[in-house]
Every structure is written in structure tokens, then in C-alpha cells.
């Protein structure tokens, strides 16, 4: 979304040059598609978005003290109590696994310790189960930044109402807020693939085929505000939670900021050439007031294009980097929640990375013979149903996500990872995770909603019955989550 921002709002003087920069940079960017050199190298790196907690496992925001204590690898994120920590590129050959889990270990204890000092505790969790609707209605929930402070006003003014939240699986929630607060409460796991030119569609159009099973495996936000809901609830929060369409223009058919898109493609461009075509600029900033260079090196920085293609929320992003002397692509896969420990979260990039490189290898890959309509449908009911869900897929027909995995998906990531040079004893105990996961048919979600059923079972949303269950379930999950058991071997004992 850009890292510097010097305005909550823009003249429509700006908005105009804007649009024209941004036309101009999306035929510099063709034109260098075109023509120049790219990273070749398919590293692969991760962010993670993490919560803060209070003693009770409220939500603390409290990450700018948190911050205070670490360095640069570590940034704020719009919630008051989140904070983001980067993982740098690495090679996924020979130990890649091992050496990913030994770094996003490490630097989760930096910052648990410094969360500690500053007050709090660290929770990786796809949503904060004891979140409220109160905390989101106060003014405390958001990061003091001019970006954050820019990207809602921007979405509010576009939208013109109140953000109606609005979905409902065992229970109903329904709730109209003043801000874009319900999007802090998604915090996600972002894989990241780089990828030649080339090779681009293929890997995001695979990407896309398993969207739904990746977010019915790893599904972990299944307790929204103390409700029962989607087991991947982040997914219809997020769309709700920055959709500037009115009622009337979902009836038109417009297309919402966080979409899983509508086509299979054939290049990057299409992605690029989309987010100009279908969305109006939410943050009209100028480069030079951004401090953006026009060019890194010999690459087009891009500035207009890039900030505008982070203001669109494609469950798999498009990512144009021009830094470095050689520019590059990825595939940003962010649909996966955050937790609920670090072996659980290699063990879905080794799924990712294997299913992607083997599907992206096939002659005759599964988008050719999946719909794009029946692709969505898949995330969606993985989103809500979980491991439970349904898919369809080419030649089997409906079928459970579990059964799909384990006679047919978890094969091919091993094929993929051999292709890709991982050791084998490390794919084997990565995807291992993956197989006890669809056996044992447990997931962070499954999980969640069976603790809470334990300590609460008669419950009922914002009794205190169930807010002190929340609380005991959070403070099992974290303990747990620390232990780094992967998910699927807990128990459901909490204390």
C-alpha cells in the first residue's frame, strides 16, 4: 500500500494526474515485460501478521511500544494491536524447509520477547477469538499513521455508508461500524513465490485452482466477536470490511477490492492491465511526495502501479519489485490465516510450493479442465465449511477436501518438491503434517470451536459463559501454539 504517505485526504486536481501517471506507468511496465531481464531464481519468502494481547487476551494495542524494541524486519500494521514480521527470500532446494522454519522461529521469539517486555503477549492466530465489538467501535483499535488514517478515509468516501458486517455458519453476526476496524482483525500468513515472467500464469492459475483447498486445510478463524462463524471467517471479513460498493453497485456487477478475480490468464499484464481497467485509485499519492524514485537502478520503479495494485486485495497478488539491478515477479498468496505454530505454517509452503510447481508442470493443467466460476466456489465453501468442505475437482466431481488431499493432492506437492530439488527427508515430514492434518480431519478451526465447546458448551455469544471461555481457549491456544506440536496431534484439555 506504500510505505509513505503524507495525506488523509486528495484535491481532484491529484486524483487526475494520478490516473494519467497511472495509464502512462502501465504501458512503461508492458513495454519492460517486454524487453528487459528478470529474476530468475523462484526463491521463496513469507510475511506473518501477528496479535497483541493483554494478560485477560483482550486485544492490546500496544504495538508501537513492541515496535520501539525491534528492528526493521518488523512494521506496524493497521490494527493497533498487530504486528507484521517479514521473513527474507530464501532458496526452497536441499534444506530451504528446515532453514525456513529455524528463521520464522527465531524471529517470532524476538518479537514475543519484546511484546513481552513492552506488556503483552503474542498470539498467531487468523483471528483474535476474544476480539469485540466494542474494542473495534473505540477509537484505540487503529495505528496512528498516515497511510492507515489515508486508506479509510479513502474507503469510506468511496463507499459513502457505514461498514455493515454481515455473515453468519452456527450463528449470526451482524454489526454496522464507523471504520474499516473489522479488517485489522484478519492477520494472515503470506506466502510469497517469485516466479520469471514466462512461468507467471501458470503459477498464479494453479494458485487460484487451490485456493479453496489451501484455506479448508489451514482454516483458523472460525470465532468472530465470540460468534461461531465461517471457519476461515477472515475471508468474508476482509471483503466486507474494505468493499466501497453500495448495494446498487454489487447489483451492477461491480467488482469488489478484495476479489479472487474472474478468469484464468495468460500473463501478468492481465492482472495489471485488470486493476487499472476495473478500480478507481483509492490513494491518489504522487511519487515524488511518497519519496519514490522513478527509477531503481535501470528498472522503472512504478510508483503509481504498484501503489495502486496494493489498494486492490487479489487473494493471490500480482507483485512487481523493481529493487535490486534485476526487477522481479511474485505470486503473493495471502489467503492463508496466520498459526497456529511454525510447523503447522511450513507445512502448508511445502504443500503450496510442491502442489504449485507440480500443477504449473502438468500438459494439461487442472485450469484447463476446472472452471474459474467452480475455482471460486471451491474458496468459498473451503472458507466456510473448512476440512468438512466439499470441492469440485477434474474427473472425481464433488468430493471432500480430506479425501482430495490425501489420495490425490499430497503426492503431487511431493512430486513438485523432488522437482524442486527439496530434500527428501524434509518434504516428507513437512507434508507428513499435511497427512495428519486431513486424517485426524483437525485443523486450527476444528480445534478452536471444539475447545470452546469443551469449557462453554451451553453458551451463547457475548454471555459471560462465553467470554470467559474465549479466554481460557486463547490462553490454551497460545501455550499450545508456543509448544509448536503441529495442530492436528492437540488435545482438547485446556486449564
Known sequence: ?????????????????????????????????????????????????????????RPHPNNQ?????????????????????????????????????DGVAERLAIVRNAAEEAGSHLAMVGTLP????????????????????????????????LVKIDFRRDEKYTHYFETIAPESTCT?????????????????????AIAGVQVALSANSPLFMGHKLWHESRIPVFKQAIDTRTKELVNQGVRPRVWFGERWITSVFDLFEENVRYFSPLLPEGRAEAGAPFMNGDNPGLHYLNLHNGTIWRWNRPIYDPNGEVSHLRV????????????????????????????????????????????????????????????????????GVAELVEKHLLELASEGLRSLEVDQACADEYLGVIEGRVRTRQNGAVWQLAALERVASESKPLTKERTEGLARVVRQYLKNSQADAPVHTWTLEVE
Open 130 to 161: 476474544t476480539m469485540s465489538s466494542q474494542f473495534l467501535d473505540s477509537d484505540e483499535w487503529m495505528t496512528r499513521e498516515n497511510r492507515y488514517a489515508g486508506l479509510n478515509s479513502s474507503i469510506l468516501e468511496s463507499r459513502g455508508e
Open 188 to 208: 494472515s500468513m503470506q506466502l510469497h513465490l517469485q516466479v520469471a515472467p514466462n512461468r507467471f500464469a501458470s503459477a498464479w492459475n494453479a494458485s487460484q
Open 1 to 57: 500500500m506504500g510505505d509513505a504517505i503524507s495525506s488523509e485526504s486528495y484535491t481532484p486536481r491529484q486524483r487526475t494526474t494520478y490516473r494519467r501517471r497511472l495509464e502512462d506507468e502501465l504501458e512503461r511496465f508492458d513495454r519492460h515485460l517486454q524487453g528487459a531481464e528478470f529474476v530468475d531464481h523462484g526463491t521463496i519468502g513469507l510475511e506473518l501478521e501477528l496479535n497483541l494481547v493483554d494478560d485477560a487476551m
Open 332 to 399: 503473493e498468496n495471502r489467503l492463508l490465516p496466520a498459526g497456529p505454530t511454525v510447523t503447522d505454517i511450513v507445512a502448508d509452503a511445502a504443500f503450496y510450493y510442491g502442489l504449485v510447481k507440480a500443477l504449473s508442470n502438468q500438459t494439461r493443467p487442472v485450469w484447463s479442465r476446472l472452471s474459474f466460476d467452480a475455482a471460486e466456489r471451491n474458496f468459498l465453501a473451503g472458507a466456510k465449511h473448512g476440512i468438512q468442505a466439499e470441492m469440485e475437482w477434474p474427473t472425481l466431481g464433488s468430493v
Open 65 to 101: 511500544a513492541v515496535l520501539a524494541l525491534l528492528d526493521d524486519e518488523y512494521q506496524s500494521e493497521i490494527g493497533a494491536y498487530n504486528v507484521e514480521m517479514n521473513h527474507p527470500p530464501l532458496s526452497i532446494a536441499g534444506d530451504g524447509l528446515a532453514r525456513l522454519a
